[in-house]
């Protein structure tokens, strides 16, 4: 999707930048140029738009979050359809100038035990309110979660929810899908079902991570993810961090049980459950106050804070600093070009020059100024050696070095050696670092679209491979080589992975054939195939009956097949052979024919044989009719 900022929305909404980028919208700074105030909008992608099930899934997600008024969620204030200029739908809610939580673990890692729980505490809160209304969001995460400025938590992105307020019509692998692995209950996983439970467990997967700063399961891919958590246990809290309290351990373990029986019903009954324990921990702390109206204090403000409140410790080792300096000083010796090497020798030599000859000879009043070596050092420097000698510095160009840090001097005119009239000025060539370019994110978007994007940089569009692929649509991009975010060389080559769309398999016919084959090699083709059993009075017991698509068609690879077997005929006879035929022999007899046998003995023979049948033989009956056999 191309950047849209600039654009007027439904005549009301200037947007201003875009913040955030997914698999289905965008979503941009604007100003609500009616109510004069800062929004975020929402706007689903071009071609996704055109889906009928995607519209409505975007629709039900305004419906989910407005349903809800509660501080810790992100409210939801409008949705609409653009008329005019850029068509577009979209989803108005309150602007959240922040970081997610994501954002906080990745820089502080797990967190102290009553910071935890004071983050846990508004996130239960937000879920609790929506599951009283039968909302469950079924896509808790770190990146879900956004910390404002001034520390409010919210939670976001009701995207996935489904309840008695807005409907359902999400399908089992449709939510599997969408969910984020790491954080999806082994339910999910296994049936594609959700309720408060499966939030309750995405919370648990959450809490574990603050707690000790690290997701429970880690897996090359996904698939691998997703089998942990419906296989493996999930580890105990104590076996990373030993002060944890044994009964926030059991707590969490119990939110994060495989069985959702085992689980707390509701984020409610988590949260009850947690303040008893922040009680015990901390019992000055207030229950009243579940963090809606105080916020939170920021991370990185109380770093600041715990910084300027700790005095530095003055004790050092000198021996182990004078080491770092003189290492970090061989390091930029290494890292100087020969340029700078060159020009420090010519400095030297004319020093030399200077105790030889006199200074009047080199430096003397109406002389000559020769000009100090600055390459790799910074203006500041230059400046301190300049201002002595009565020279100015004059900066005439930024330039990229591959060698010369950014901020540092790539050339001095004249260079170091070299004279100029005293009072002069001294010309100076600064280094912009390294030029680099970030790969654009272009999954998505057509090869068109992704191709403007990524020559909008001095990047240049190589190879375009097509394969089939079930998620992105036929002529969309998949993915791009190197990878979204990679920082690249001028002029470096993108490659582009474009769909081919999902893959057409050919059907063969099985109507008549085995049962089992057609199981075998549709299974086998790549389809998900859904057999049905019915009794059949022309076709075969164990043959094909019906098929669906019929054979000779093509159908979406790991698309539904569906064919019915023959359980044979309806009706069966009773053979006249049961008549003296030995007692177990008979009953074998009869359960061959699909009938249940009861056996009545009379006498004291050993050897007993049939010597009544009811209904009696040659009978016309339903198979799974009950037979008295009577044997003696």
């Given amino acids: 999707m191309s950047d849209l900022s600039g654009e007027l929305i439904d005549g009301r909404y200037q947007l201003i930048s875009q913040i955030a980028q997914g698999g289905m919208a965008s979503i941009y700074s604007a100003i609500d140029t009616r109510l004069d105030r800062k929004v975020a909008v929402k706007i689903m992608h071009p071609h996704l738009a055109q889906d009928e099930a995607f519209v409505n899934r975007f629709i039900r997600e305004a419906k989910a979050a407005a349903a809800l008024s509660h501080p810790n969620i992100v409210a939801v204030q409008d949705q609409g359809w653009n008329q005019s200029g850029v068509p577009a739908v979209f989803l108005v809610m309150e602007l959240i100038e922040g970081h997610t939580l994501r954002e906080y673990l990745n820089e502080r890692g797990r967190f102290d035990i009553k910071d ?17 209304l039968g909302i469950v969001h079924r896509d808790i995460k770190p990146e879900n979660i956004l910390i404002s400025k001034d520390g409010r938590i919210k939670i976001a992105d009701f995207g996935l929810a489904r309840g008695e307020l807005i409907g359902s019509t999400m399908t089992a692998e449709s939510s599997v899908i969408l969910g984020s692995v790491s954080y999806l209950s082994p339910e999910q996983v296994q049936r594609g079902i959700a309720d408060s439970r499966s939030d309750v467990y995405a919370a648990g997967i959450v809490a574990y991570e603050m707690f000790t700063g690290e997701k429970p399961f880690n897996g090359d891919s996904p698939i691998q993810i997703a089998y942990m958590h419906v296989n493996e246990e999930i580890p105990r809290l104590r076996s990373k961090r030993k002060e944890i309290p044994q009964a926030l351990d059991d707590l969490i373990a119990s939110a994060t ?41 920021p991370i990185r403000e109380k770093a600041r804070k715990k910084m300027k409140e700790e005095p530095v410790k003055e004790e050092t080792t000198p021996v182990k600093e004078s080491t770092r300096e003189i290492k970090r000083q061989e390091e930029k010796k290494k890292r100087a070009s020969k340029r700078v090497r060159r020009n420090r020798k010519v400095a030297l030599i004319l020093a030399i020059a200077i105790g030889v000859g006199g200074w009047w000879t080199l430096i003397g009043p109406g002389s000559r100024v020769v000009v100090p070596s600055t390459v790799g050092g910074t203006y500041d420097e230059a400046m301190n050696s300049f201002t002595p000698l009565g020279l100015t510095a004059v900066v005439v160009e930024n330039r990229y070095d591959e060698e010369i840090p950014k901020g540092k001097i790539i050339q001095s005119i004249p260079e170091g050696g070299g004279k100029v009239d005293a009072g002069g000025s001294v010309k100076l060539i600064i280094s912009k670092g390294p030029e680099r370019y970030t790969i654009p994110a272009v999954k998505g978007l057509t090869p068109e679209a992704a191709q403007a994007v990524i020559t909008k940089s001095p990047l240049t569009v190589g190879t375009i491979t097509e ?48 049962g089992e084959q057609a199981l075998n090699e549709l299974t086998q083709a790549g389809f998900n195939v859904e057999a049905g059993y019915a009794f059949s009075e022309t076709v075969p017991e164990l043959a094909v009956i019906s098929q669906n698509p019929a054979g000779g068609a093509t159908a979406n690879k790991g698309g539904k097949v569906s064919i019915l077997i023959s359980k044979g005929p309806r009706y069966t006879y009773i053979p006249k052979t049961i008549i003296t035929m030995e007692a177990n022999a008979a009953k074998a007899t009869l359960e061959s024919l699909g009938l249940k046998v009861k056996v009545v003995s009379i006498g004291s023979a050993k050897k007993k044989v049939v010597k009544k049948v009811s209904p009696a033989v040659n009978t016309k009956v339903l198979r799974g009719s009950l037979v008295t056999i009577t044997v003696g």
């Fill in 116 to 132: 935890a729980i004071n983050y846990l505490t508004p996130i239960l809160s937000a879920l609790a309110a929506a599951h009283v």
């Fill in 257 to 297: 049980a495989k069985n959702p029986d085992d689980r707390p019903r509701t984020a409610g009954e988590f949260l009850e459950q947690l303040q008893k324990i922040q009680i015990e921990i901390d019992p000055k702390k207030n229950q009243l106050d579940l963090g809606l109206d105080l916020p939170v204090e």
């Fill in 467 to 514: 394969v089939f692929n079930s998620d992105i649509p036929k002529g969309f991009v998949i993915s791009s080589t190197p990878i979204a975010g990679t920082s690249v060389k001028r002029d470096a080559t993108v490659d582009l992975i474009v769909s081919k769309g999902i893959e057409q398999v050919a059907l063969a016919s099985y109507l008549g054939k085995s």
